[in-house]
DNA sequence: CTGAAAGCGCTTACAG
DNA sequence: CTGAAAGCGCTTACAG
C-alpha cells in the first residue's frame, strides 16, 4: 500500500500548530462566521495547512457523531424508465448543491422488493427517502410515518403526503381539449396500472374534458397496462379486438405509445391518417420518430429537483407544502386535423 | 421527537448479557465460524436479542474503524440512457448482494464534470469506482492510478485498463455480415463519438467485416455523432448531404438508430425498402418500433454485474483480469433480402 | 478567541 | 470462550 495516509483534522491542526477543535469550526463555518470563531490570522493558516494537505472531511466520523448522513434515498419503480431516471437526476443535482449524497434503488413496482429495499437504505441511516413510487392504497408510507421516517413523495400522489408532483389531471385535459379541437371524436386510452396516480390522473383528466366536450370515454374504449413500449403495443391490441377502430389512442406514456404506433401499423393502421396517437412526457424520443409524437411535456428534473427540496425542509423540521408543476401540450404530426 | 433511540451494539449487550465486543463478533461471522467465538447458548441469546431489538449496525461507525466504507462509486455518461442504466442496475445488484450500496453520477462525457464527480465519490470515501465513460485516451486514469484508487472500467475500454467488456468488433463484424448476407452493397455508418472505445470497435468490426467481403468502407460512408436519437437524425442528414443514398445505415445504437429513421423518412425513404437500418444495444423499443428494428443485443445487465465481480477482486487485492461478453445479432424487419 | 475533553458506534488486537 | 481497552475522525458543550 502505498495509498498516502488521507489527512484529518487532526493532521491540519499540527499543521497549522492549533487544536482540532478550532480547525472543525473554522472549516464549518461559511466565510462570514468563520470570524466569530478565530482571529482572521489562525483562519488564515487554517485554510491554507487545509489545502495544501489536501483535507477532506471523513464523512463517517462526522456522521457518527452527529447522527446525520447527509445521505438520501431516492426509490424509483425503474431506473432505466427515462422519466424516472430523469428525475432522480434533478434529486442528485439539487442534493449535491446542498451537500448531500442520494442513493437509487429500483422497486420495480413490487411491494416487497420495495420494503426491502426501503430497508436497506435506512440500514445505510440515509436522513430521508423521497419515494417516487407511491402507491393509491400505500401501507409502507403509514408504516414510515408511524418510525418517523422523513420522506417526501415525486411523480406519484398517495393520500395527502407531501413531495413534488405534475398537475396530470391537466395533462389529461389538455390531450382531450387537443384531441377533440382537431376533431377526433372516438379516442381511447391506453393507461398505465391503477396504483399509480399519474396514470389515474391522466386518465381522469382526459375523461372529464371529453365529458366538458359532450364526448363521455365509454369503459371499454380504456384498457389499463404498463408503461412501456410492450404495455403499449398490448394495450393497443386489446382495444382492438373489442370493436371498432377508435380514431384516436392516448397513451399515458410516450414508450407505451411507441407501442401502439407499431400494434396499429401490424393491423394495416397508419398515424396519423388513421388513427391519431398522443404520449406523454415528452421523452427525446418523440420528436425524432419516424412520425413525430403529439406528448405531453412534464418538467420531471424540476420535479425531482423540487422533491429533495421539500425532504431538506421536512430534514429542518420546518413547515412544508407540496410543490406542483404545470404540463404543456406539445402537438406534432401524429395528430392532426380530422377529414371528414 | 417520538422517534427512539435506534439500538445499537451496547443496547444488545447489555439484553444478552455480555460484551460489546461478543455481539460484534458473533454478528459479524457466518453461521460457521460463530462457533468458534462464542457458546452456542451465547449465540443464541446474542441472535435473539438482536432480532427483538431491531438491531442494526451503523454502517458510519464501522466505517470509521476499518476505513472501509463498503460503498462503491459508478459513473455513467448519462443514466437518462437506457443501455448506461442498465449496467449501473447490474453494478448495483452485484454489490447489493455483496453487502455493497453503490452511487451513480453522471459524467455527461465532460473531462471536467467527471472529475468533479469522482472527486465527489472519494470525498464520501467510497471503496472503489466503476466508470462506464472511459476515453480513448483518458489522463484521468492515470491520475486515479498515481493515487492508488482502486477502479475498474465497464463497456468502454481504455489502454490495458480492467473491467467488464463486450466483444464490440464481433458486434461490429455481425452487422456486415448480415448486411452483406442480404445483398446490401453500399452501406453507411452513424458511429458515436471518436473517444468511445465502443463506437470506434463496433465501427472497427464493421469495417473489417465488409472488407473481408470486398466491400471497403468509403469514409464518406462514415459519420461520426453521438448516441442518441438527435444524433442519429443529424447523422443521417450528414449523410444524405453527401452524395447518394446509401442502401443501409448501420447506426451504433438503437436510439441514433431511431434518429436515422426518422431522418430517412423526413427524406421520403422507407425502411426497409428503400434502406435497411440496424442499431444496436437491443433495446426494448427496438422491438416494438413500427417497424422492428435489427439491432445487436449485449448482455449489458452481465456487463455491470461482472464490473463490480472484478472491482471486488481489486478491492481484496486479488489478481484479476477483464471480463469479456459475446454479442449476438437480432434480425428483425428493419433489413430484408435486397432485390435487385 | 482557543483548547481540552467527551463520546458517537464500531472492531480488533490483547489478555485471561 | 469472553471481556476490557483503545481508537477510528469528527463535533460540541464547557471552560477559560
Redesign the interface.
Known amino acids: 500500500?502505498?495509498?498516502q495516509q488521507a489527512p484529518t483534522l487532526r493532521t491540519v491542526a499540527t499543521a497549522a500548530g492549533v487544536d482540532v477543535s478550532t480547525v472543525s469550526r473554522v472549516l464549518n463555518s461559511g466565510v462570514r462566521e468563520r470570524e466569530r470563531w478565530a482571529g482572521p490570522e489562525t483562519v488564515e493558516r487554517i485554510l491554507r495547512a487545509a489545502a495544501e494537505l489536501g483535507y477532506?472531511?471523513?464523512?463517517?466520523?462526522a456522521?457518527?457523531r452527529t447522527a446525520r448522513?447527509h445521505l438520501v434515498g431516492v426509490v424509483v419503480p425503474r431506473?432505466?424508465d427515462?422519466v424516472l431516471?430523469?428525475i432522480?437526476?434533478g434529486v442528485?443535482q439539487a442534493a449535491?448543491e446542498r451537500g448531500y449524497?442520494?442513493?437509487?434503488?429500483?422497486s420495480l413496482d413490487d411491494p416487497a422488493q420495495r420494503e426491502a429495499r426501503v430497508e436497506?437504505l435506512?440500514?445505510?441511516?440515509v436522513d430521508g427517502l423521497v419515494l417516487c413510487d407511491a402507491r393509491t392504497d400505500d401501507p409502507l408510507l403509514r408504516m414510515l410515518d408511524e418510525?418517523?421516517v422523513p420522506f417526501v413523495l415525486a411523480l406519484r400522489t398517495s393520500g395527502d403526503h407531501v413531495g413534488a408532483f405534475a398537475d396530470e389531471v391537466l395533462g389529461g385535459r389538455l390531450v382531450a381539449e387537443h384531441l377533440t379541437e382537431l376533431g377526433y371524436r372516438d379516442p381511447a386510452v391506453v393507461a398505465g396500472p391503477g396504483y399509480a396516480s399519474t396514470a389515474n390522473d391522466r386518465l381522469g383528466g382526459f375523461r372529464e374534458g371529453l365529458r366538458a366536450r359532450g364526448l363521455p370515454l365509454a369503459d371499454d374504449r380504456v384498457v389499463r397496462t404498463g408503461f412501456?413500449?410492450?404495455a403499449?403495443?398490448a394495450g393497443v391490441a386489446e382495444l382492438l379486438a373489442r370493436g371498432p377502430v377508435p380514431d384516436a389512442v392516448f397513451a399515458t406514456n410516450d414508450?407505451a405509445a411507441?407501442?401502439a404506433?407499431?400494434a396499429l401499423?401490424d393491423h394495416g393502421l397508419r398515424?396519423p391518417d388513421d388513427v391519431g396517437v398522443v404520449g406523454y412526457n415528452d421523452t427525446?424520443?418523440a420528436?425524432?420518430?419516424?412520425?413525430?409524437l403529439t406528448t405531453v411535456r412534464s418538467p420531471t428534473l424540476e420535479i425531482g429537483r423540487a422533491a429533495f427540496t421539500v425532504l431538506e425542509r421536512r430534514l429542518a423540521a420546518e413547515p412544508c407544502e407540496s410543490l406542483s408543476f404545470t404540463p404543456t401540450l406539445v402537438p406534432r404530426a401524429s395528430t392532426q386535423a380530422v377529414q371528414r
Chains 1, 2 share one sequence.
Do not use: C, K, W
Not at 122 to 125: A, D, E, S
Open positions: 500500500m502505498t495509498r477532506r472531511r471523513n464523512p463517517h466520523g456522521s457518527l448522513s431506473l432505466q427515462y431516471a430523469t432522480f437526476e442528485d449535491a449524497a442520494a442513493f437509487v434503488t429500483n436497506q435506512l440500514g445505510r441511516r418510525r418517523d412501456d413500449a410492450e403499449g403495443r414508450f411507441i407501442g404506433i407499431g401499423r398515424v427525446p424520443l420528436d425524432s420518430l419516424p412520425v413525430p
